[in-house]
């Protein structure tokens, strides 16, 4: 028994906020540093009555359709944020409510960055187990609500979106090989240090972040990951078609590109449009790849991500 990714989809809110936008709501940055340092040239933003079950709902149902399925076939919902609808319950069970279906197990997966990779890693194996036979895995953030905009360090670097997939078992290899990994002790360099206590907010409602320690480590587990997931399956890099990185910093997926030997004319990028979705970036850059034709069925796609925790993972798959 396989998993194979049935179906893709993706939702990013309209609104979209250029860094000469940034600039001109006071944040003190220019587009040049933004580009330079990141590769990010504009993120959306959602609209103050979209949460990220809203978000999730328009991506999922774009995933549904493409995979030709009716919603009530899905017995299993995976969805991974960091910045869910409420403290209770899952942003899982609200997407499942909005679907229309019920029945199905849903929770969500808290791997910040790291989490679609982690929640597609954790889908896969329930299928693989026989227990559940089609799963419909998400990356739905809406973090700007947790950015500071006094801070210029984080608030420029993260957007909205959601991205979906259609997880089925399948007699075809589908996900060949994954690696999951944290590291607590790390957890200081990149944290929403905050929590609800008597209805108040106690500590740091905002991200909060070591830009150049999270660098570092990114670039270093990136590489290690992506490398043991390719021993995994006895392949080699040069066997990968698509890597398909969480979207945070150009500058990093060029190094982790470099790292594996790829030329980047093999490497998904959206980081330039969407900015860093934190959950969804994966799905959205594999979707938005799907969508303009560039990921076909049968390529091997490397996903990968990274992420506050710190966490980190790989997924090698069979489209
Ligand atoms: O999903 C995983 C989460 N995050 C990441 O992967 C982010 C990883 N880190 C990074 O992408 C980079 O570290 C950043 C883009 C966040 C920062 O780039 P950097 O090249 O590491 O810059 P830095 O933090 O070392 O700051 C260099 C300078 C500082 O000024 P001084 O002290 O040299 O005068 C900062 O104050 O750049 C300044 N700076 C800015 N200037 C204009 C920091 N943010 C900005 C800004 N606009 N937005």
New binding site residues.
Partial sequence: MHARITGTGSYLPPTALSNNDLVARG????DE??VE??GIRSRHIADDGQQASDLALAASLKAIEAAGIPAEKIDLIILATSTPDYVFPSTACLLQAKLGVSGAAAFDVQA??SGFVYALTVAEKFIRSGSHRCALVVGAEVFSRILDWND??????FGDGAGAVVLEASSEPGILASALHADGSHHGI?EVPGNICGGKVVGQPFVK?D??A??KF?VKVLAEVAQEVLDQAGMEAAAINWLIP?Q??I??IQSTAKKLGLPMDKVITTVDRHG?T?AASIPLALDSAVRSGRVRREEILMLEG???GFTWGAVLLKF
């Fill in positions: 944040v003190d940055t220019s540093w933004i340092r990141t910040v960055c210029r360090g984080t608030c420029v670097l990149l972040m830009g150049p999270v660098f990114a969480h945070a910093n500058r990093i860093n934190s990274v992420g506050g």
